[in-house]
């Protein structure tokens, strides 16, 4: 336990002029040396750039690694904390949890037998884990310098703090000290700098499941896009410029990038420290695009296969709302924020409300559906007015589990539909492969937010939704009206209602009319998912993507498409 001045001690650092370490003083000597760290360190220090291929590393074996924070090695730089965590001894937030995990060994690979944000012990933080590197340097006497991104993120939260872990194995299973550094997270309230040394317990084992691991992750390589440089783009597309696209978005980026005609072009993948090295394995906050991949796509695909299941009613299925707000209330009113429930007419001012901040930190299933349930009073209608609320999304997690225990055998529709037969199906990353859940044995997916996943896994997803579109009937895994609707492109009247002018929120989708900014002859509606903080994911067409992940809450991306209009005629494929 972290004591109150210790903690402070390390806060009022944030006052001070940092240096970075140069790349030339990561040596075997201080990488194995037990002294606090002084400076953080360039992200180069993190990547294999010093590869002799006549001197292959030592270690050969699959095996279990157990990560500790040798206490008062840290160095801590505070940036941004809306809620004080740092200051408080309880949330230990400047100490790193236990990370513990199998790992299989697959060429210069290491591939952790859990992917998923895992919960532990910790007061305040999750851990997770993503492949890493083994390569062996002639100047660190027989040991392998291995390398892993890992992430932290908070407990019942989505805030994610990306950072690198680098240690020492020799082939004979002796490990030395190693250091962690944080330099980057999607986080809108609480940034910071975080180094120290790690003690590491290594032995070699044999792994459950270590040649399917093997399987899968030769799999994910091989469906994963080459990525193209900025240098590239511009070389490609020599209309666009890069000040146009970069100018307002960098300010808080984590990453951004572009996909044209399936060629992904990558932005940026900055730290404070430099380019995040493995920026195919930086795990990304959902946030609220879980709305859309979660909550949507779950729906389209559970109306696929039971027709009219949207129009259910909340109080046939969910008897703890069963008080006479919810009467006439349907599963699709919940997933289009349109109950006729809420406080407030300013259509976004609710989801910051006090009542709302308790919903988001209520632990368990219990608290969260009661204040979900009871929180807002009738106001409306239900189906006309929309009212942002999380909660309402929570709701129809809550419906989708229910219902679909009513038509199967399973009772989890996530792990069942999505990450069971869907996210296999389009060669996702174990990272999807779970969602976040409440604390205790109800084990609720939070359904609006929660999800982790990779760039390389949202570029897949909006993929398939692009192609679910023009699928025939045989084909098709979504309901098509319901696709229809949230990509603004159906038959038929849409409500396009999204609390503001010129914004539609359907099916757990945003969409933006950018028409009259692109100049073109009638409204053009471009479909997109959002997150806390800054995250947009744009479907502008189905050979163009643009995806940002920032934390700086600003959702300046017009300015990107008005750009990309320069060089590809969006008025005709809108």
């Known amino acids: 336990m972290l004591a109150t001045n210790f903690v402070m001690s390390f806060v009022s650092d944030a006052e001070n002029n940092d240096t970075i370490r140069p790349l030339a003083a990561a040596s075997y000597q201080w990488l194995s040396s037990e002294k606090a760290i002084d400076n953080f360190v360039s992200t180069e220090v993190f990547a294999n750039r010093k590869q002799d291929k006549k001197l292959p590393s030592s270690l050969h074996d699959n095996g279990h690694l157990k990560i500790t924070a040798i206490d008062k090695t840290q160095k801590f730089k505070l940036i941004k904390d809306v809620y004080d965590a740092a200051s408080l001894s309880k949330t230990q937030v400047l100490v790193l949890p236990t990370i513990d995990f199998d790992f299989v060994r697959n060429g210069n690979y290491l591939i952790p037998n859990v992917r998923t944000v895992q919960r532990n012990d910790h007061p305040y933080w999750e851990w997770q884990i993503s492949p890493g590197v083994v390569w062996q340097q002639p100047e660190d006497n027989g040991f392998s310098r291995v390398v892993f991104p890992f992430s932290l993120q908070e407990k019942n939260a989505n805030c994610t703090h990306n950072g690198l872990l680098i240690l020492l194995i020799n082939g004979k299973g002796k490990t030395n000290n190693g250091i962690f550094q944080i330099g980057s997270e999607t986080c809108a309230y609480f940034q910071f700098d975080l180094a120290g040394r790690i003690s590491v317990d290594y032995h070699k084992s044999s792994v459950e499941n270590a040649k399917q691991l093997v399987a899968e992750f030769n799999r994910e390589l091989s469906t994963k896009k080459i990525v193209h440089s900025r240098a590239q783009l511009i070389k490609d ?157 929570y709701l129809a997690g809550v419906m989708l589990n229910r219902l679909f225990a009513k038509v199967s055998d399973q009772k989890d529709l996530y792990k069942t539909l999505l990450a069971g037969e869907l996210w296999p199906m389009l060669k996702l990353s174990p990272l999807l492969g779970e969602s976040k859940r409440t604390y205790d044995d109800e084990l609720q997916p939070f359904t609006g937010w929660g999800l982790t996943y990779y760039a390389s896994d949202i570029i897949k997803i909006v993929e398939f939704l692009q192609q679910q579109k023009s699928m025939n009937k045989r084909e098709r895994l979504l309901d098509k009206k319901m696709l229809n609707s949230a990509m603004q492109n159906g038959q038929g009247n849409l409500n396009r209602d999204g609390g503001e002018a010129n914004i539609a929120y359907n099916n757990g989708f945003w969409a933006l009319e950018v028409g009259g900014d692109l100049g073109c002859n009638s409204p053009k509606w471009l479909p997109f998912m959002s997150g806390f903080g800054g995250i947009t994911v744009a479907l502008i067409s189905p050979d163009l993507l643009y995806y940002n992940f920032a934390d700086n809450q600003r959702f300046l991306w017009l300015d990107v498409i008005i750009e990309l209009n320069q060089q590809f005629p969006l008025c005709e494929v809108l």
């Not at 608290?367 to 807002?376: E, I, P, V, W, Y």
Request: proline content about 5%.
């Open 237 to 393: 597309y020599p209309k666009l410029s890069l000040d146009s696209l970069l100018a307002k978005q960098l300010k808080g980026s984590t990453t951004s990038g572009l996909v044209i005609n399936r060629q992904h072009y990558r932005l940026n993948c900055e730290t404070r420290y430099g380019r995040y090295p493995y920026c195919d394995w930086l795990a990304l906050p959902s946030y609220s695009t879980a709305k859309s991949i979660f909550a949507g796509i779950g729906l389209m695909r559970l109306q696929a296969l039971v027709p009219n299941v949207e129009k259910v009613l909340v109080n046939k299925i969910i008897p703890e709302c069963s008080t006479k707000q919810w009467q006439n209330v349907t599963l699709s009113d919940l997933l289009n924020m349109r109950t006729g429930n809420y406080l407030s007419n300013d259509p976004h001012k609710d989801e910051s409300s006090n009542r709302m901040i308790g919903f988001f930190t209520s632990e368990t299933h219990k608290q969260k559906l009661d204040k979900a349930c009871n929180m807002f009073p009738h106001r409306a209608k239900p189906g006309k007015s929309f009212r942002y609320h999380t909660s309402d999304t």
